[in-house]
């Protein structure tokens, strides 16, 4: 049993759709009384901190709903079906970039969002890139532009908020932190 | 008008809960097609930083029934109606650590979720921090357990994958850059 697990007692679906998936459950606190939690489930996702030859960060700007704003961040996209994590980070950094790489390896994983949803972000740093000619496209509903930035104007852009993405933050924050180490 | 905005065709209303709502839209793509967009509604939230007199941080382990296991996060909370997010740190800090502090600032505010959700974390970092004897006490559904570990200990957990959540990263690295800067 996990430190203050809390039991469900009942769950309801509420919603099922293309993304995500939203329940309601009553469940059983560590000291009996009861109360509700709000969760979305989700697939899960993949990112990519994709480093170009020449020392930039490939970054990717699209809009996005929720916040009816373009957000700057790294190539990201949601698991389809059971696919592999580190393909699917290949796929979404061809389809949302146009590269290809020799090499990829997994930096680490995390929730997004804990609280109420079960998000959790394969982050990836892909390096020795290469631009397709042909690349798979993105998805139909997809419109992204393409920003290739150095290391220190991407630590310019989070200080100043220009980017405010958890994901891209993480990625840019490590990529600091390992220039810093050598 | 942003770049690749979308326009809202039809918003459908699904689900109003006490944490989150739930939204399906319509939407005009850039292309002049249309596509469907789920989008969860959520009130912001801050986290905080908190580095004790010894040099550790303060971290709460609690349990997160989207993922049924306890994580390793630093203190954190949703805003309560129109608070003032370092009212709400404040706040936090003290319900689920029983710490006050004399010194606090904003670092940064980030998207966690921003494919499907709005939520905004305001992120502070609190120092000179004073325990309270009788300090405020957490949401009655919220059980945490205190942990204080040194910078050392955190990067490894980060590293081990023991801590695996997105705003505690974004701190922990945050904390280390600056260390490392000293």
Redesign the interface.
Known sequence: M?????KTLKTEE??S????N?Q??D?E???G?T????????PG?VAVLAITEDGNVVLV???????????I?IP?G?LEGNEDPQEAALRELEEETGYACKNIELI????????????L?HLYIATDLKKLENPKSAD??E???LIEVSLQKASEW??S?KI????T??AI??W??QS?ER
């Open positions: 996990q430190k203050f697990e809390e509420i919603f759709g293309k993304i995500i939203l309601v459950q469940v606190l560590p000291n009384k109360s509700k939690r709000e969760i979305i489930k989700h996702a700007e699209q809009y996005r709903k929720p916040m009816e704003k373009s957000l961040e990201a949601k680490t994983s995390f929730y997004t969002a804990p609280g109420f949803a079960d998000e972000i139909e509903d419109f992204v532009e989070i200080k908020g405010c993405d958890a994901k933050l993480i924050q490590y600091q932190l810093s």
